[in-house]
């Protein structure tokens, strides 16, 4: 059964990168034609789509984020890495990684991460 | 982009059905038949509960069901149980290659 496991600093600076990582087990990113995305939820509020990752390393980004993300895979470590530049209070949010359909457009996304907190504060 | 529209709250009387509506546009839910419906409970991920407007994931029942109508998709919920308490949120693929949730609907059973 397919898992995935989101992983970050916990709090983070303005103006800093933010780092994320999520870690998939029982299936192999690199073995298979799946893409991979990354949502977003701050605390009380609804979701909001980060972006999307193809296996072939394409790139699919929210046009209100895209100046400031990297979405990227590390095969050799069953890994998606998202990089979140210039960070203000406005980017605290429970981040979820999830994984799309087997071929074709990312149209929905499934199954999700338990997500990860981040806290932007100084 | 914008977020699709859905309201605030629904609610119902276990057994009832309620429908959530979910309004977007052509650019979105009217441009491809490829809306999805996601379920939240409180401290939890969202779990998929319907993708391409009315296919359910093995393990959903088929209490959930979708349509679509233009730039409008629905969620029906049919017999509802205490355990559908939960947000719900309608998602969409976009004509430019992107992708959008709605704004979330609270879903109470009285």
């Known amino acids: 059964q397919l898992q995935l496991q989101e992983s970050g600093p916990g709090l983070a600076k303005p103006s800093e990168t933010l780092s994320l990582t999520c870690t998939v087990s029982?299936?192999?990113?690199?073995?298979?034609?799946?893409?991979w995305g990354w949502i977003r939820q701050p605390p009380g509020k609804g979701l909001e789509w980060i972006g999307t990752?193809?296996?072939?390393?394409?790139?699919y980004y929210n046009p209100s984020l895209k100046s400031r993300l990297d979405m990227s895979l590390d095969t050799s470590k069953n890994q998606i890495s998202l990089k979140v530049s210039s960070v203000t209070a406005a980017d605290t949010a429970v981040y979820y990684c999830a994984r799309g359909p087997p071929n074709g457009d990312f149209r929905w996304f499934d199954p999700w991460g338990q997500g990860t907190l981040v806290t932007v504060s100084s | 982009q914008s977020a699709l529209t859905q309201p605030a709250s629904v609610s119902g009387s276990p057994g009832q059905s309620i429908t959530i509506s979910c309004t977007g546009s052509?650019?979105?839910?009217?441009?491809?038949?490829?809306v999805s419906w996601y379920q939240q409970h409180p401290g939890t991920a969202p779990k998929l509960l319907l993708f391409d407007v009315t296919i359910r994931p093995s393990g959903v029942p088929d209490r959930f069901s979708g349509s679509k109508s233009g730039n409008t998709a629905s969620l029906t919920i049919s017999g509802l149980q205490a355990e559908d308490e939960a947000d719900y949120y309608c998602s969409s693929y976009t004509y430019s290659s992107s992708y959008v949730f709605g704004t979330g609907t609270k879903v109470t059973v009285l």
């Open positions: 052509s650019s979105d839910v009217g441009a491809y038949d490829y």
């Open positions: 029982g299936g192999y990113i690199s073995r298979s034609t799946y893409s």
């Open positions: 990752v193809y296996y072939s390393g394409s790139t």
